[in-house]
Nanobody, 124 residues
Framework: QVQLVESGGGSVQAGGSLKLSCAAS????????VGWFRQAPGKEREFVAAITWSGGSTSYLDSVKGRFTISRDNAKQTVYLQMNSLKPEDTAVYYC?????????????????WGQGTQVTVSS
């Protein structure tokens, strides 16, 4: 099995930056895709970004394009989400997730490994 641990969340003023990390442990290989999702209080969990583990192909939620960057370090088995120009509407608990497939997906149900989440709070 694969275990995921998120870190890097915190509180920041609007316009600031945070970098989230998702460290994987257990049996990991190249045939994975990793996604970032977020959930704000009272709202549905939504897709943020995804990346293939081996090829590095990326996908983004439209509202974060140009502000967020997902990347991975295969040697460290870690996926990152660099978040710049943060807005109050980015406030949420951010989760990383992995699926045992190379294709990226924006659907949470396609992912079968999940981290515990890390809180991101952006003040106005």
């Amino acid at each position: 099995q694969v275990q995921l641990v998120e870190s890097g969340g915190g509180s920041v003023q609007a316009g600031g930056s945070l970098k989230l990390s998702c460290a994987a442990s257990g049996r990991t290989g190249s045939r994975y895709a990793v996604g970032w999702f977020r959930q704000a209080p009272g709202k549905e969990r939504e897709f943020v970004a995804a990346i293939t583990w081996s090829g590095g192909s990326t996908s983004y939620l439209d509202s974060v394009k140009g502000r967020f960057t997902i990347s991975r370090d295969n040697a460290k088995q870690t996926v990152y989400l660099q978040m710049n120009s943060l807005k109050p509407e980015d406030t949420a608990v951010y989760y990383c997730a992995a699926r045992d497939a190379m294709l990226k997906s924006a659907r949470s149900r396609d992912y079968n490994y999940w981290g515990q989440g890390t809180q991101v709070t952006v003040s106005s």
